[in-house]
């Protein structure tokens, strides 16, 4: 409800109090003193300045337009740099220089550009909205298709939006590409966990079961007792029972950048990451284990003027020293 119409029902409602109470005095043959029409001309008087000083206090006000140049910058300890959305191709296994196995999940970072830019002045934050993908217009809603058509971007598969410090905005419709990150670089992936349906106490919270052979009457895998007798005489809200497992959004944290491939916007990431294959999932720099600021892109990566994107795959340093020769 608008203050306008929250001023034009307190007006109304003040009207008809006063014209209750005025018949009530009538019927108890108690003589008013104040005339009606002075009442009206005082309630219409009052209507028109809250009418007037609403409608001053909801003039459009006129910021100065924000300009932003897709320049690489200084980034400082406290900014904060966007993200980007991946799409999860599964899991391998690679063995680096010294012959080390090292678990592998490849993301595919599939045409990501900016398609909103949020600033304080008008949505009241600092955000980049991020589009990956494309789709078709018949495979999306009207008011999707308009937000497109409104910013002047093509249409996305996929959004996702990811609060940014005021020196790491981007113009809109600036493509971001894995050299976003730096191998050897710790980051933060999010997505949603592989839905398992309903499962049991056993395998959704890993209760050990009852016993195999004696003593158990089909209740091997029954979770056993869930409260106490009469005193508290209820079970505990938060007991682990039966129920549905997966199918939530979960964030794996610090996980370690093996590689990057420029070429087909692939990233090696060691270890797994929420979500099955063709899942998306979103990466952002970690919280806990930063990376340095001096070796970071900032806000993105822009290709210099006169030179060329290398065609080679970045490998993480692994160091000098053999792991395997430590112990000798």
Known sequence: ?????????????????????????????????????????????????????LQQQQQEIVFPSRIIEPKPGAMSPSSKRTGLIAVKCGMTGLWDKWGARVPITVLW?????????????????????????????????????????????????????????????????????????????????????????????????????????????????????????????????GKKMPGRMGGKQRTVKNVWIYKIDPVRNLIWVKGQVPGAEGNFVFIKDAVYRKHEISLLPFPTYFRGEGTEDTLEPLVADLGDVDPFMLGD
């Open 109 to 237: 970072v599939d045409d990501n550009i900016v398609s909103q830019v949020k600033t304080i002045e008008k949505e009241g934050i600092f955000a980049l909205q991020i589009g990956c993908g494309q789709k078709k217009a018949k495979h999306l809603t009207k008011p999707e298709v308009g937000h497109f058509r409104a910013q002047g971007v093509s249409l996305k598969r996929k959004l996702r939006e990811f609060p940014v410090t005021e020196d790491a905005l981007l113009p809109l419709g600036t493509s971001l590409g894995v050299r976003h990150f730096v191998p050897g670089q710790y980051v933060d992936v999010t997505g949603i966990t592989m839905g398992k349906g309903f499962q049991g106490g056993m395998k959704r919270h890993g209760f050990k079961g009852g016993p195999a052979s004696h003593g158990a009457s089909l209740s091997h895998r029954s979770i056993g007792s869930t409260g106490q007798r009469d005193a508290p005489g209820k079970v505990f809200k």
């Open 1 to 53: 409800m608008s203050a306008a119409a929250a001023s034009r029902r307190l007006v109304s409602g003040l009207h008809r109090t006063l014209s209750l109470s005025s018949r009530s005095y009538s019927s108890a043959a108690v003589v008013v003193t104040r005339p009606r029409s002075s009442f009206h001309q005082f309630m219409r008087g009052f209507a028109a300045s809250s009418d007037a000083l």
